[in-house]
């Protein structure tokens, strides 16, 4: 079997109520969904992030893929190795590995179909057939048709882990902070440690970077009676988290200092992170994330799924990433119950806070070809959606540190 064609769609699917973050809002997700396909009908999935302009790389390295047998799967990965370090020409490399992600991807999904095995089953064989998950709680401004969302402040931070908690059986949760003063995000903290105890196992903040390192260290010693899993990105780049490590002593997290495999020989001398974020979207892929597993396993650091957006292809291949790699953890957490539908036939489901693994031979989901259609023709009406900035607030300047 051999890839004989390929169709990249960009789609936009919207959240149910737009999130706050540090540096802006997110209203949607903008996602491009590749199709593979090979000389006896099989089709082969993959999903990365970005929209057109990613969408019409996949033709630019066509050269890569195309007559290639799924086997060859890390062969083909291998070819996109350069993209995957950090450039001075990081506009287009990050396109590329992007491209690589979904390209990789969409070569297990064949392998799999092809042999009739599961992802996991090809990239390492699975510890457990449920993947645990915390929730993941935002501020949200309002959706003014539906009225969801709105939440700003402690109340409606509690009220949304209870919603969640019921609705999915979640045991834990992270916090995206960095969008209030610090002073109301710890009040929020403190109200759902008060409502819900040691009924959350695991409790985790993310202000991406909002904080100062000096704020940093306060903020942390201040929240240490909450007994934090960790606090993701608390202040900017490897010197500031590797000083508030040093004066906090509480373990800390990034997905956004240490993005590239030439960051982890400086992020280990410098003792900044104890946990590394990965997803194969960034990263480049399943087996650039499998090969900082093993980084990680030498060092003595750990590794967890970062979450951002993902439609249900990326999102349940996420699934098999984590059920394979030891290194990793530490519970998933996901923007996928804010966001409004998926592409895919059977969306995920949550029972007792853990997502099974599909059955399925390869990533094992199938995209429902209507909604596909319904989503990318609302990417090209309405177009990307930058998660920077904010509409609410025009004035308002996204910048780190902002307290
Ligand atoms: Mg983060």
Known sequence: MKVTGFKATPVLVPMTAP???SMGVETGTVRTVLELFTDDGLIGLGETYGGQEIAGRFEDVKQFFLGARPVEVQKVAAKFEVFRTTSEQSYLT???RYVAAALEMAFWDLLGKEQGVRLCDLIGGTRRETVPFVAYLFYRYKNKESSVGGED?????????AELKEKYGFRGLKLKTGVFPPAVERETVRALRQSFGEQIEFLRVDPNQAWSAATAIRELNLLKEFSLEYCEDPTFNLEGCSQVRRAVGMPLA???AVVAMDQVAPMVRM???DVVLVDPYFWGGITAVKRLAAVADAFNFSLAIHSDRELGIGHTASLHLWATTPSISHSYDSHY???ADDIITEPLRWSGGACPLPKGPGIGVAV???KLEKYHHLYRSKGGRLEFFDRNRPDWVPRVPLW
């Open 19 to 21: 999130l706050r973050w």
């Open 271 to 273: 003792n900044a992170f």
């Open 337 to 339: 119950p804010f966001q």
């Open 94 to 96: 990050i396109q590329l």
């Open 254 to 256: 990034t997905n956004m």
């Open 368 to 370: 429902d070809p209507e």
């Open 153 to 161: 402040g402690p109340a409606g931070i509690v009220e949304q882990y």
